[in-house]
């Protein structure tokens, strides 16, 4: 899961969708495609709670300073 | 010259000399003031005006001139108030000139400038488009534009003066998008010849910081010479092959400068530069992602329930098609009984007519032969009845029965019945036998 990012992952998740929303899609298809859309609602729900905390400004010349030290 | 007699030379030295140095130096700037006076070209840097002279540096990417000129000839000019600014493209007119310094003062070296024009935009946009047609020759303007931008950075760079307008017009387009993620402030000079290289360092520095997703770098508008910084070739080459994709807003929709061409998105204010780091706007991604939960949800609850409710409608399916079919045999049954009904009442009718008819013709047939025999018939019956022991009682007669109703015929018989039943022709009686003997 390291090279997801929330593109892919959304991507992912509107094909499953539109796979589901078909019909074509079998019981055990079905269910595999709900498990993993589950697990991508999760990771996309993190993503966007990771940009919705606050915003965290820093300044660089501090940053590399505490880098640096 | 004449050799100075104060100081004996280094030995050994095929050198001329020793002589005195405010002697050289004099020669030097006779010398240096004889060089052909030209027109220099440049961009005028540490612009400082004084009462008697105004002095400058004329410098391009190879080299750099200390400028000098008699105010009184500048002011000469009629060159608007700050024409001369920082980053000014000017052409000089004048020669070399050497100032040979004194025991009390230091000596330097200046181009004398006996006349100046302020080149116009022209000028700069000629050499900008110099540098332009270079980037592209060598394909700078293509690698930033081929970096992956993620629709929802965690870190943001941001290069721009910390005092600008456009800090604050960053922050106004990313909570426009609703984002509040890690903002990194990168602040640098963003107008004058120290703006280049650190706008370059600054955003090397948020490049190798592993976090940072995209760098925003954005200055308010001015002019073509106060924006001249961000079409530094040196820049422009580092923004090309950074990691990083360089979001760039200087100046004006109507300015471009080349960082504008190297860098992955280009937009026309700070405010927008947010907006295009952050492709997403946060809440309808949520709201969104909310919906795309719930079709989930509903598909796999579906997906067990609708499969359910075939199979029982399957499972019920043999016991339908079995009544269904138990409903039309009996309906044929029903339907066959009552076509047997109707076949036998027919038949039945039929038979009767035909008996009826046969009964006719069988009358009509044995009519004679039926008379004699009836009559033969009367006879016998008649016969009959003059034997029948009825009618000998219904002369008067009467008969003795024993208990089983057999006649009692003698006189023995009667006294083994003792218990006798005498009938006559109106009824019977019971009687007691007793023997007188």
Known sequence: MTDVTYETASGRLESIIERLDSGEAGLRETLELCREGRGLVEFCAGELDAVSQGLDALRLDELVARLES | ?437
């Open chain 2, 1 to 437: 010259m004449a050799v100075a007699t104060a100081s004996a030379g280094i030995p050994g030295s095929a050198l001329p000399g020793p002589f005195g140095v405010g002697e050289y130096a004099a020669a030097l700037r006779d010398r240096l003031r004889g060089f052909a006076h030209v027109q220099l070209t440049g961009e005028a840097c540490d612009v400082r005006l004084t009462r008697a002279r105004v002095y400058f540096e004329l410098r391009d990417e190879r080299g750099a001139v200390p400028c000098a000129m008699w105010r009184e000839d500048f002011d000469r000019l009629g060159l608007a108030p700050g024409a001369l600014a920082q980053g000014a493209q000017v052409v000089v007119a004048g020669g070399c000139d050497f100032y040979p310094g004194s025991s009390a003062s230091s000596p330097h070296f200046s181009f004398a400038v006996t006349g100046l024009r302020i080149a116009g935009e022209g000028d700069l946009l000629a050499r900008i488009e110099r540098v332009r047609r270079l980037l592209v020759a060598e394909g700078l303007c293509e690698p930033q534009k081929a970096l992956a931008r993620p629709a929802l950075p965690r870190t943001i760079g941001v290069v721009c003066g910390e005092r600008g307008k456009a800090r604050d017009d960053v922050l106004a387009g990313l909570q426009r998008r609703g984002w509040a993620g890690r903002l990194v402030w990168a602040f640098a000079p963003v107008q004058d010849r120290h703006a280049a290289p650190a706008v370059g360092r600054a955003l090397s520095e948020l490049a190798a910081l592993p976090d940072v997703d995209v760098a925003i770098v954005a200055r308010g508008g001015g002019s073509l010479a106060d924006l001249l910084a961000f079409c530094d070739e040196t820049l422009c080459r580092t923004v090309a092959l950074l990691r990083v994709p360089v979001i760039a807003s200087v100046g004006h929709h109507t300015d471009r400068t080349l960082i504008d061409d190297v860098a992955a998105v280009s937009c026309s204010t700070p405010t927008h530069a947010a907006e295009a780091a952050v492709p997403l706007h946060v809440g309808a991604a949520r709201e969104a992602l909310g919906r795309g939960s719930a079709r989930l949800a509903r598909h796999g609850r579906r997906a067990v329930a609708d499969r359910a409710r075939v199979l029982a409608r399957l499972s019920r399916a043999p016991g339908e098609h079995v009544a269904r079919h138990r409903r039309e045999l009996h309906q044929d049954l029903r339907e066959l009984r009552a076509s047997a009904r109707r076949r036998v009442d027919a038949e039945e009718a039929a038979t009767a007519r035909r008996a009826e008819a046969l009964a006719r013709r069988a009358a009509a047939a044995a009519g004679p032969l039926r008379t004699s025999r009836e009559r033969r018939l009367d006879g016998l019956a008649a016969a009959l009845a003059a034997h029948d022991p009825e009618r000998t009682l219904a002369r008067g007669y009467a008969l003795v029965e024993d208990a089983e109703g057999a006649p009692v015929t003698d006189a023995g018989a009667a006294r083994a019945a003792r218990e006798v039943r005498i009938r006559f022709a109106d009824g019977a009686v019971q009687a007691t036998l007793k023997d007188e003997t």
